[in-house]
C-alpha cells in the first residue's frame, strides 16, 4: 500500500512541475482592460446581451421619437454606433475572439479508461480482473503560452477590425448627414427664387398693359419659372432616396423619411496653408489608424505562430496512473497481495519533419504577405489622406471665395437690377440672369460647405481620430 501511495505522490508532483512550466497567462486583458474597450466603443458595458439591449446602455441609445423629433447629427452617431449592423457584428466576433483564448491556453481533457479482462491474468496473489486509468497530456514547455499568445494577437487584430468599423460608420453618417443637410439647403435656395420671380408677374403684367414691355417678358418669365419648378422637383424627389442613405448608415428600421436638418456654416479649416498639418498628420494616421494596427498585429500574431510551428517538433508529454484490480489469491496459504499501481508516462513521436517545415514556411509567408500588405496600406493611406486634405482645403477656400466675395456682391447686383428694372432702365433678361447668377452662387457656397464637412469626417476616418 505503501508503494501504491508513493506512486500517487509522484505523479501528482510531476503533474504539478509540469502545470507550472507550460502554462502562462500574464498577456491576457484583464477585465477592466476589455471593459475599457468596450466603453471607448459604446459609452458603457453592455454586459453580456447585445449592446442595445442592456439597460444602461438602454439609456444612452437615443429613442425613436429622438430620432423622429429633430435632425441631429450627435443623436444620429449615438444610435448608429449602438444600432449599425455591420460594427455590431464585428463587435461580437472580437468578443468571440476572446472567448477562444480559454480554449487554447488549457490542457487537454483527461482520458479515463476501464478495461475488464476477458480472461483474467493469474497471478501468485490473485487474478487480475480489471484495470482502471487516468492520464493527463501536457503539451511541450511553451505550447500552451504561444497558442494563447496567437490566440490574444488575433483578438487584438479583430478589435482594431471593430475600430475601423467604427470609424467608416461614423463617416458614413456625417457624409449622408452633410448630404442630406446640402438638400435641405438647396430646396430652400430654389422654393426663395421660385418665389422671387413669381412675384415679378404682377409687375410685367402691368408693365404690358402699360405698354412698357412685349409679350415676350412674360414668355420669358413663364420659361424661367418652369425651370426652377423643374429643378424643385428633381430635388424634392431626391430626398426619399437621400433619407433612405442615412437611415442605412445608422440601421435605422423605420420607412418614413427622417427630418430634413438644417446645414450650418462651417469654421475655418483645420489644415494650415503650408502643408505642415498634412504631414504631423501622417505622423497621427501611421500610428492610429486602425487598418494599419491591424496589419502589424496581424505581423505580430504570425510571428507568434512562427514560433509555435517551430516548437511542434516537441513531444508531448503524457502522464497515467494505472490501478489493477486484482481478486483473491487461488491458494488461501499464499495469501492475497496488494492491488497493483503503475505510473506511465508517454511521449508522441513527431516524426514527420517535412509537415513541420511546411507550418514554419507557411508562417514565414504570412509574415511576409502582411508586411507587404501594411506597406501597401501605407502608401494608400497617405495616397488618401493627402487628397482628403486637398479636398479640405479647396472646399474651405471655395466657402471664403463665395461668402466674402460672390454671394454678396451677387445680391448687390440682383437688388440693383430689379430697381432699375421697376424704373425701366433695365430689361426682364437682366433681372432674370442676375437672379440665376444668385441662384447659382447660393447654391454652390452650400454646396461648398458641404463637401468641407464630408472632407473632414473623410480625414478623421483615415487618420483615425479627431481633427481639429
Known amino acids: 500500500m505503501e508503494d501504491t501511495t508513493s506512486a500517487i505522490r509522484t505523479s501528482v508532483a510531476i503533474a504539478t512541475i509540469l502545470l507550472t512550466s507550460l502554462t502562462g497567462c500574464g498577456w491576457m486583458e484583464s477585465r477592466d482592460q476589455i ?16 449592446p442595445s439591449a442592456s439597460d444602461t446602455v438602454a439609456t444612452i441609445v437615443p429613442s425613436d421619437a429622438q430620432i423622429r423629433e429633430r435632425a441631429n447629427l450627435t443623436l444620429y452617431l449615438r444610435y448608429g454606433l449602438h444600432q449599425n449592423a455591420r460594427l455590431r457584428s464585428r463587435y461580437h466576433q472580437w468578443r468571440a475572439a476572446l472567448e477562444r483564448i480559454a480554449q487554447v491556453t488549457t490542457l487537454p481533457d483527461p482520458v479515463f479508461t476501464f478495461a475488464q479482462f476477458v480472461e483474467e491474468v493469474q497471478t ?38 471593430v475600430q475601423s468599423t467604427r470609424l467608416e460608420v461614423t463617416r458614413d453618417i456625417a457624409v449622408a448627414y452633410y448630404e442630406y443637410g446640402y438638400l435641405s439647403q438647396a430646396l430652400r435656395i430654389t422654393r426663395e427664387s421660385l ?54 448608415a445608422m440601421s435605422w428600421p423605420e420607412p418614413e423619411a427622417l427630418p430634413l436638418p438644417e ?13 505642415q498639418s498634412v504631414d504631423a498628420l501622417v505622423d497621427r494616421a501611421t500610428t492610429l489608424n486602425p487598418r ?38 487461488l491458494t488461501p496459504t499464499l495469501g492475497s497481495g ?11 513521436l513527431p516524426i514527420w519533419g517535412k509537415k513541420y517545415a511546411a507550418a514554419e514556411r507557411e508562417a ?70 442676375s437672379e440665376r447668377a444668385r441662384l447659382q452662387f447660393e447654391i454652390a457656397y452650400w454646396r461648398a460647405c458641404r463637401d468641407q464637412f464630408q472632407s473632414h469626417a473623410r480625414l478623421e476616418a483615415i487618420v483615425g481620430g479627431e481633427v481639429r
Not at 503560452?145 to 477590425?161: F, K
Not at 446645414?263 to 502643408?275: C, F, I, K, T, V
Open 124 to 161: 501468485r496473489t490473485g487474478p487480475q480482473e480489471r484495470r482502471y486509468g487516468l492520464s493527463q497530456t501536457f503539451p511541450w514547455f511553451g505550447k500552451l503560452d504561444l497558442r494563447g499568445r496567437v490566440a490574444s494577437l488575433e483578438a487584438e487584430e479583430l478589435w482594431q477590425g
Open 35 to 50: 471593459r475599457m474597450k468596450v466603453e471607448s466603443l459604446y459609452g458603457a458595458e453592455p454586459g453580456a446581451r447585445a
Open 195 to 248: 418665389d422671387l420671380l413669381q412675384q415679378l408677374d404682377p409687375v410685367v403684367q402691368r408693365r404690358i398693359a402699360s405698354g412698357t414691355a412685349g409679350q415676350e417678358d412674360l414668355l420669358r418669365l413663364q420659361v424661367e419659372v418652369g425651370k426652377l419648378s423643374n429643378e424643385l422637383a428633381s430635388f424634392e424627389s431626391v430626398q426619399a432616396s437621400l433619407s433612405s442613405r442615412l437611415a442605412s
Open 292 to 329: 494599419l494596427v491591424r496589419l502589424r498585429e496581424s505581423i505580430r500574431k504570425n510571428e507568434r505562430a512562427r514560433e509555435l510551428a517551430g516548437l511542434a517538433r516537441w513531444p508531448d508529454a503524457t502522464l497515467g496512473l494505472d490501478y489493477f484490480e486484482t481478486g483473491s489469491a
Open 364 to 433: 514565414d509567408q504570412q509574415i511576409d504577405a502582411n508586411r507587404f500588405a501594411l506597406l501597401d496600406a501605407s502608401l494608400v493611406m497617405r495616397a488618401d489622406l493627402e487628397y482628403a486634405a486637398f479636398q479640405l482645403a479647396d472646399a474651405a477656400r471655395q466657402v471664403s471665395l463665395y461668402r466674402d466675395s460672390l454671394l454678396p456682391r451677387a445680391s448687390e447686383s440682383l437688388n440693383v437690377t430689379r430697381a432699375s428694372y421697376r424704373a425701366g432702365r433695365a430689361t426682364l433678361l437682366d433681372v432674370i440672369d
Open 263 to 275: 446645414l450650418r456654416e462651417p469654421g475655418p479649416s483645420p489644415l494650415a496653408a503650408d502643408g
Open 338 to 348: 496488494d492491488d497493483p499501481v503503475a505510473l506511465r508516462l508517454m511521449f508522441n
